[in-house]
């Protein structure tokens, strides 16, 4: 892992959620854009050396659809960034942890993203986050 990229916070109103961030904690925000393979729309922002990832689910089908109506608005995931997804999956595997999805799903800005089931690390949700190079 070579640095927490970004967290990942679920919210029913992006816009809303958006201001208060920009207006009340004077984050910078950088983009907005729909992940139509998870099933959200996200904004990033600028909080330093972290961004943070609104998420706002498209539907009632999903993970952060999901997440909201069990436990609320809030934290839904921290991401780890990694240089090769596939290698450190395939590490994680060798190590008995359990990943979410078989392959990377195409995450925002063209990314590559796994999860690591929260099971085996302590009820966290962790993301293996693969920045596209015009992510960089």
Do not use: W
């Amino acid at each position: 892992m070579e640095k927490v990229d970004h967290i990942g916070i679920a919210v029913n109103n992006l816009e809303q959620k958006i201001t208060y961030y920009t207006e009340i904690l004077g984050l910078k925000l950088l983009n907005i854009e729909e992940v139509p393979s998870q099933n959200v729309r996200v904004a990033f922002l600028d909080a330093g050396n972290v961004h943070i990832e609104l998420l706002e689910p498209l539907s009632d089908e999903g993970a952060i659809y999901k997440h909201i109506q069990k436990r609320g608005e809030g934290i839904q995931h921290v991401a780890f960034k990694v240089s090769d997804i596939n290698h450190k999956m395939q590490e994680l595997r060798e190590k008995n942890v359990r990943i979410l999805s078989e392959q990377p799903v195409e995450g925002a800005g063209g990314s590559k993203a796994a999860f690591i089931h929260p099971k085996d690390s302590f009820g966290v949700l962790y993301e293996l986050y693969e920045k596209s190079s015009k992510g960089e």
